[in-house]
């Protein structure tokens, strides 16, 4: 009896296969009948628990009792927006979608390669927080704050806003205040995990920064097309043209020491999972790691929204502006959730990594580029999408590519052309690197209306040759 004799017995790979193994040549060298041998191996898969003080089978029921359940043979119901979307992304949805513990699944617009799942995939999970579904970049998220500032002044005191951008937030791997802000947030509880309580003075001194890869902070010409309601019950902004600040960034480095620390703790609890997995496993919610990363990305979703509170305050004081309008939402988290499941109505884990809350009525936004539209949006409470939308454009190719393929001379002509005035940024977030997201948008039409449009006019990203910490 051979390896794939014992997977078809539904034998999981690994140290399970391997006590089954042992269990056959010691059945056979006790003359035991060869005949019988998937009855027997059958027995002790169907009851392992029955079999454990076995003196002949139960190392093998043992390893049947710590081996996660297998991958199933076909993947749950999930459903895609978009078409021509890159066949790995596609791939890895699938493969999320046979885990034991997923529900249902959805795939983005805007989906392109992550790490386990795709950018742009939403998974329902029971009682199950994966954190790699979840992301590095705990809570990443986007905030829009519309200011009571001239409209001329996008043009004629730019220099101004430069040096509101450049004096209250900071870009680039490790950057942080001398001086630190104050908010809140430090004074929660950091003591939930041993990522967060080692990492609270770092994450302290990076309050209110920015970071690298594809995270900005910019001014510029927001459209709203009728009246939008204000955050937590406060007045509407009427239909007009505004200016507006945008920004995009998370939790920053204490939010990846925490992904990287608990996902090396779901690898560890399940070895027997197969490779093309392994950056999908899981924590139970029942278990004391899984309570904990909870815990820890719950205080992340507070520390990446007051980054984006300190950036924005400190931006609308340095400028004398009152703010008419705050709006924000956040990406790369789980979230405890009730969603139609199989006919019926239950609590589920839903994973949105880089993908939006949409369900009905929940606005949000999703940006394009530093060169192309970005957008206020009212969820319709898809249920297909498990109440999700994009989270932005989605790149269409890698930054190393991205980095061999542009010239400075040809992108800042691009910029130029769309009356966009380039601060900072590397060549790896050249507008050309990312979706035409009026197409992203009109494929997702059946799960967001669209409110009102940002027209980015100054962009502040990290510097040329900064390493990617999206």
């Given at each position: 009896?051979?390896?794939?004799?014992?997977?078809?017995?539904?034998v999981?790979s690994?140290?399970?296969?391997?006590?089954?193994?042992?269990f056959?040549?010691?059945?056979?060298?006790?003359?035991?009948?060869?005949?019988?041998l998937?009855?027997?191996v059958q027995?002790v898969?169907?009851?392992?628990?029955?079999?454990?003080?076995?003196?002949l089978?139960?190392?093998?029921?043992?390893?049947?009792?710590?081996?996660?359940?297998?991958?199933?043979?076909?993947?749950v119901?999930?459903?895609?927006w978009?078409?021509?979307?890159?066949?790995?992304?596609?791939?890895?949805?699938?493969?999320?979608?046979?885990?034991?513990?997923?529900?249902?699944?959805?795939?983005?617009?805007?989906?392109?390669?992550?790490y386990?799942?795709?950018?742009?995939?939403?998974?329902?999970?029971?009682n199950?927080?994966i954190?790699?579904?979840?992301?590095?970049?705990?809570?990443?998220?986007?905030?829009?704050t519309v200011?009571?500032i001239?409209?001329?002044?996008?043009?004629?005191?730019?220099?101004?806003l430069?040096r509101?951008?450049?004096?209250?937030t900071?870009f680039g791997?490790?950057?942080?205040?001398?001086?630190?802000?104050?908010?809140?947030?430090?004074?929660?509880?950091?003591?939930?995990s041993?990522?967060?309580?080692?990492h609270?003075?770092k994450a302290?001194?990076?309050?209110?920064?920015?970071?690298?890869?594809?995270h900005?902070v910019?001014f510029?010409l927001?459209?709203?097309?009728?009246?939008?309601?204000g955050?937590?019950?406060?007045?509407?902004l009427p239909?007009g043209?505004?200016v507006?600040?945008?920004?995009?960034?998370?939790?920053?480095?204490?939010g990846?020491?925490?992904?990287?620390?608990?996902s090396?703790?779901?690898?560890?609890?399940?070895?027997?999972?197969?490779?093309?997995?392994?950056?999908?496993?899981?924590?139970?919610?029942?278990?004391?790691e899984g309570?904990?990363?909870?815990?820890?990305?719950?205080?992340?979703?507070?520390?990446?929204?007051a980054?984006?509170?300190?950036?924005?305050?400190?931006i609308?004081?340095h400028?004398?502006?009152?703010?008419?309008?705050?709006?924000?939402?956040?990406?790369?988290?789980?979230?405890?959730?009730?969603?139609?499941?199989?006919?019926?109505e239950?609590?589920?884990?839903v994973?949105?990594?880089g993908?939006?809350?949409?369900?009905?009525g929940?606005?949000?936004?999703?940006?394009?580029?530093?060169?192309?539209?970005?957008f206020?949006?009212?969820?319709?409470?898809?249920?297909?999408?498990?109440?999700?939308?994009?989270?932005?454009?989605?790149?269409?190719?890698?930054?190393?590519?991205?980095n061999?393929?542009?010239h400075?001379k040809?992108?800042?002509?691009?910029l130029r052309?769309?009356?966009?005035?380039?601060i900072?940024?590397?060549?790896d977030?050249?507008?050309?690197?990312?979706?035409?997201?009026?197409?992203?948008?009109?494929?997702?039409?059946?799960?967001?209306?669209?409110?009102?449009?940002?027209?980015?006019?100054?962009?502040k990203m990290?510097?040329?040759?900064?390493?990617?910490?999206?």
């Amino acid at each position: 009896m051979h390896a794939k004799d014992l997977l078809r017995l539904g034998v999981p790979s690994g140290e399970a296969t391997r006590r089954a193994t042992d269990f056959v040549c010691r059945f056979i060298l006790a003359g035991g009948d060869k005949l019988r041998l998937a009855a027997e191996v059958q027995a002790v898969v169907a009851d392992p628990a029955g079999f454990i003080d076995d003196p002949l089978r139960g190392e093998f029921a043992k390893a049947l009792l710590k081996a996660p359940p297998p991958p199933r043979a076909e993947p749950v119901p999930h459903r895609q927006w978009g078409v021509g979307l890159e066949a790995e992304a596609v791939l890895q949805m699938e493969r999320a979608c046979r885990l034991p513990v997923a529900l249902a699944g959805a795939l983005m617009p805007d989906a392109h390669v992550g790490y386990g799942l795709p950018i742009g995939g939403v998974l329902a999970t029971d009682n199950a927080v994966i954190p790699y579904a979840v992301g590095v970049d705990i809570a990443c998220r986007m905030k829009m704050t519309v200011l009571d500032i001239p409209l001329d002044h996008l043009e004629r005191r730019q220099d101004r806003l430069t040096r509101a951008i450049e004096a209250e937030t900071r870009f680039g791997v490790g950057s942080a205040f001398k001086h630190r802000r104050t908010h809140a947030v430090m004074d929660a509880d950091w003591s939930v995990s041993p990522v967060t309580r080692q990492h609270k003075d770092k994450a302290w001194a990076q309050l209110g920064t920015s970071g690298s890869g594809n995270h900005f902070v910019e001014f510029g010409l927001f459209t709203a097309h009728g009246p939008i309601p204000g955050a937590g019950g406060a007045g509407e902004l009427p239909a007009g043209t505004y200016v507006a600040l945008l920004s995009h960034s998370g939790s920053r480095g204490t939010g990846a020491a925490v992904c990287d620390y608990y996902s090396q703790r779901a690898i560890s609890g399940l070895p027997e999972l197969p490779k093309e997995l392994k950056r999908l496993a899981w924590l139970s919610l029942d278990s004391p790691e899984g309570r904990e990363y909870w815990q820890a990305m719950a205080l992340m979703g507070q520390y990446a929204a007051a980054n984006h509170a300190c950036i924005h305050a400190h931006i609308a004081s340095h400028l004398g502006a009152e703010v008419l309008l705050d709006l924000e939402n956040h990406h790369n988290f789980a979230w405890r959730e009730r969603h139609v499941i199989g006919g019926l109505e239950r609590e589920v884990i839903v994973h949105r990594k880089g993908a939006t809350p949409a369900g009905a009525g929940v606005l949000g936004i999703i940006p394009g580029s530093m060169a192309a539209p970005g957008f206020v949006v009212c969820g319709k409470g898809n249920a297909a999408s498990l109440n999700s939308a994009s989270h932005g454009a989605g790149r269409v190719m890698s930054r190393a590519q991205a980095n061999q393929t542009f010239h400075w001379k040809a992108v800042n002509a691009y910029l130029r052309d769309r009356g966009v005035t380039l601060i900072s940024a590397g060549l790896d977030e050249a507008p050309m690197v990312y979706k035409n997201i009026r197409e992203v948008m009109a494929a997702q039409s059946d799960l967001v209306t669209i409110l009102g449009q940002f027209d980015p006019r100054l962009v502040k990203m990290a510097p040329p040759g900064e390493r990617a910490e999206d």
